[in-house]
C-alpha cells in the first residue's frame, strides 16, 4: 500500500491543451522571515485572464493558467488535484475557485452593463435639457404669452366699463369693485418675476384707465384729458387702484405656490428680503436647518403683511372716496 499511496501522491493531472498565463497566488500568513506559508486555504481569488473590455471572459478561460499551491507557495499546473511538491490535496479548493471565477465574470458583465447604462443617462441628460436662456423661439413665446395676457386684461376691463357706464348707467361705484375684481386672476396667472409683474400692472392700468377716459369722452361729448387738480388726482387712484389689485392676485399665487412646496418659494421677491432680514438678525452658531426654517417663516409674514397692505391700498384707492 505504501508503494500505491507514494505513487498517487506524485501524480498530477494532465496538463490542458493551452493555459493562458496569469499572476500566482500568494500566501496572506508567512511566518516571520522565514517566509514559511501558515494559511490553509487561498487568500485571494486568480487573478482574470486578459479578455476584450465588455465581454466577459467563462469561468474555465480564467482558470486555464498556472498557479501556485496555497501550501507550499510552489507553482504548479491549474489542473491539478494533488500538489506534486507538498503532496497536499487540492480537490477541495475546486469548487471555491470555480466560485471566485464565476463571482468575477459576473462583475465584468455588471461593470458593462452600468458603463453603457451610463452613457445612456449621459445622453437623455443632454437631450433633456431646457434650451438657453437667449434662444429666440422661447423670448418670442414667452413674449406672446405677455401680450396676450396684457391685451386680454385691458380688455376686459374696457369692455366692463361700457357695459356699466355706457349701457346699464350704473354708479360709478360699481364700476370701481369690477375693476378691483377683474385684476386679481389675471395676477394669479401672471408672470412669477418682479420686473414683469410691476410692469405688467402699471402698463395695463394706465392703458384701461385711458381707454375709459376715451370711452366716456365718446360718450358724454367730454374731454378725454382729467379737467382739474380733483380729477387728476381721481384717475391716479384708479390707476392705483387697478394695479395694486393686479399686484395682489401675484401675490396670492406665490403665498399659495410656497404653501404647496416651499422649494418654489426661493425665486420670489419677498423670500429674498426674508433671507436678507434673517441674515442681519441671525444667532451665533445658527445651523443651516434652522437658518432655512427661519427664512420661510419670515417670508410667509412678510407675504401675508404685503398682501393684506396691497389689497387695503387697493379698496381704499378705488373706493375710499365713495365713502367719504
Known amino acids: 500500500m505504501a508503494w500505491l499511496s507514494c505513487g498517487l501522491a506524485g501524480t498530477a493531472a494532465p496538463p490542458p491543451p493551452a493555459s493562458i498565463p496569469r499572476e500566482p497566488l500568494q500566501c496572506p500568513v508567512k511566518a516571520g522571515k522565514s517566509g514559511k506559508c501558515l494559511s490553509s486555504a487561498p ?23 498556472p498557479l501556485n499551491c496555497p501550501f507550499c507557495d ?37 461593470e458593462t452593463a452600468l458603463h453603457t447604462l451610463s452613457g445612456h443617462v449621459d445622453t437623455v441628460r443632454t437631450n433633456s435639457l431646457p ?12 413674449v406672446r404669452r405677455m401680450v396676450g395676457h396684457f391685451v386680454a386684461l385691458v380688455a376686459l376691463l374696457l369692455i366692463a366699463h361700457w357695459v356699466i357706464i355706457g349701457i346699464l348707467d350704473l354708479n360709478t361705484l360699481v364700476l ?68 395694486l389689485a393686479y399686484g395682489s392676485g401675484r401675490l396670492v399665487a406665490e403665498w399659495w405656490a410656497a404653501r404647496k412646496s416651499p422649494a418654489k418659494a426661493g425665486h420670489s421677491l419677498v423670500y429674498e428680503m426674508a433671507t436678507l432680514l434673517a441674515r442681519s438678525s441671525a444667532p451665533r452658531n445658527e445651523t443651516k436647518v434652522h437658518a432655512k426654517q427661519r427664512v420661510e417663516a419670515i417670508a410667509n409674514w412678510l407675504n401675508i ?6 389689497a387695503a391700498c387697493s379698496i381704499a384707492t378705488g373706493v375710499g372716496r365713495f365713502f367719504h
Open 43 to 65: 487568500s485571494s481569488i486568480p487573478l482574470k485572464a486578459p479578455h476584450p473590455v465588455g465581454t466577459p471572459a467563462s469561468a474555465s478561460t480564467l482558470r486555464e493558467a
Open 74 to 110: 510552489e507553482e504548479i499546473k491549474d489542473r491539478a488535484t494533488v500538489c506534486k511538491h507538498c503532496g497536499r490535496d487540492l480537490l477541495i479548493l475546486r469548487p471555491v475557485l470555480d466560485r471566485f471565477a464565476d463571482i468575477e465574470t459576473r462583475l465584468v458583465a455588471v
Open 131 to 142: 434650451p438657453a436662456a437667449g434662444s429666440g423661439f422661447g423670448d418670442f413665446a414667452a
Open 176 to 243: 370701481r369693485l369690477v375693476s378691483i375684481l377683474i385684476p386679481l386672476p389675471f395676477g394669479l396667472t401672471g408672470p412669477r418675476s418682479l420686473r414683469a409683474t410691476i410692469g405688467m400692472a402699471a402698463t395695463a392700468s394706465v392703458a384701461a384707465v385711458w381707454g375709459m377716459l376715451v370711452i366716456t369722452g365718446a360718450i358724454d361729448h367730454v374731454p378725454v384729458l382729467p379737467q382739474g387738480t380733483r380729477d387728476w388726482i381721481e384717475t391716479l387712484e384708479y390707476v392705483a387702484s387697478i394695479g
Open 305 to 310: 403683511m404685503a398682501l393684506m397692505v396691497t
